[in-house]
């Protein structure tokens, strides 16, 4: 397997983004629909920060 180039790869991202922007090319995009957040009491909330052994701060942070 040959040896990645974290720097050709990026600037090559860089050149390909630059493109795009200008109208030169056109790039694979998709779309997400946001997912409806579920709601729980602060019961539920706090069984499951004690089950995964987090503390508040953790668990919101």
């Not at 397997?1 to 050149?15: K, V």
């Not at 957040?37 to 909330?45: A, D, F, R």
């Amino acid at each position: 397997m040959a040896e990645r180039s974290f720097f050709d790869e990026l600037s090559q991202g860089m050149r390909d983004w630059s493109d795009y922007n200008s109208g030169r090319i056109t790039l694979k995009t998709h779309s997400e629909s946001p997912k409806k957040i579920s709601t729980c009491s602060p019961e539920q909330l706090k069984a499951l920060r004690e089950k995964l052994r987090l503390s508040p701060a953790d668990l919101t942070g």
